[in-house]
């Protein structure tokens, strides 16, 4: 791994949650043990109004982290805009409470970072918790037909995603970013609530102008699903994605790909009417009946600000 400047960088570590203490007391420690040095990052947990006692059990076992405690539970995404309004640090680094990262992990995360300036945003290596040999993502792409794909997902970890390159954009539960970059592009959208928020924001750092670099030293173990999953996910993946394309596309690319995204969107229908019975298929159902339903909304807010060209956006695409 490369050597940070001196003095490096100052890090906000920003952590929602909601009725995650048993999460934290994993998630925690582990930030505890980083190589980077202690006085050079601040840990920000944001309380979504839990009601297992997460503000005390932070107050007395985790002193050090600094509480953003909610009156009412807002959500996911306001809760993580929440805690970077609360930040003090030049690169914001977004983590979920169902993770535990190696000792090096901040260190090679901002290293990255740091080392490339055009770009904005920086992936981990996400590992699954309890099969840490498993890969979750090697940072995030993004297919011709608006789908996300986690790249190396489920594929077992033996070297072959152990260089950086540069990549769509990072996963949210373990990524950093500029606060630059952020602000510049508005960071996650509220409207959104939760479910991706790291896509929609990756496509308008893109469009900026900002890359997205993967770090294969920041390795992380992530509990899928810990906070989320199931019937959630799935309404909020089915809606959020048509919202997602409607906003940031560009005309061009839209019109060479409109058929794949079409078509994806049917099989993805398609699929959840065959298995109707389940909870999670409806979900997903309802999800693309909301975001098509909200589609003119989505289509007025389109990102007009673009400084890179459409065959770059093309070149991103799988």
Not at 134 to 159: C, F, S, Y
Not at 175 to 203: H, I, K, S, T
Not at 275 to 293: D, K, N, V, Y
Request: some cysteine; glycine content about 8%; overall charge neutral.
């Amino acid at each position: 791994m490369e050597t940070l400047s001196f003095p490096p960088p100052f890090i906000s570590i920003v952590i929602p949650t909601y009725n995650g203490r048993a999460l934290l007391a994993v998630c925690l420690p582990a930030l505890r043990g980083q190589s980077y040095p202690a006085d050079r990052f601040e840990v920000i947990v944001v309380d979504d109004a839990s009601s297992d006692g997460t503000v005390g059990y932070l107050a007395a076992e985790f002193p050090e982290v600094r509480v953003v405690a909610l009156a009412q539970n807002s959500g996911f995404i306001a809760a993580c805009n929440a805690g970077v309004a609360a930040a003090r640090g030049e690169i914001l680094v977004l983590l979920n409470n169902d993770t535990e990262a190696e000792p090096g992990w901040l260190e090679a995360l901002v290293t990255a970072l740091m080392k490339h300036p055009e770009a904005g945003s920086a992936a981990s290596k996400m590992l699954l918790f309890d099969r840490r040999d498993t890969l979750h993502t090697a940072g995030d792409m993004m297919g011709q037909d608006g789908i996300p794909r986690n790249r190396g997902v489920w594929e077992r970890d033996e070297g072959q995603y152990d260089q950086q390159r540069w990549v769509f954009g990072p996963c949210g539960g373990a990524a950093a970013y500029r606060q630059e970059a952020w602000q510049q592009a508005g960071g996650f959208d509220p409207a959104l609530w939760m479910y991706m928020e790291d896509v929609d924001l990756a496509w308008r750092l893109q469009r900026l102008g900002w890359r997205s670099i993967y770090a294969p030293e920041a390795r992380i173990y992530h509990q899928l699903s810990a906070t989320g999953g199931g019937v959630l996910a799935s309404y909020y993946t089915g809606r959020n994605t048509l919202w997602v394309i409607a906003r940031n596309w560009p005309d061009a690319l839209l019109r060479r790909h409109w058929w794949a995204i079409v078509r994806a969107q049917l099989r993805i229908a398609w699929d959840a009417l065959r298995a109707w019975r389940g909870e999670a298929a409806r979900a997903r159902l309802r999800g693309q009946i909301a975001g098509l339903l909200g589609l003119p909304r989505a289509w007025r807010q389109r990102q007009k600000a673009q400084r890179v060209t459409d065959d770059y956006l093309e070149s991103l695409l799988m």
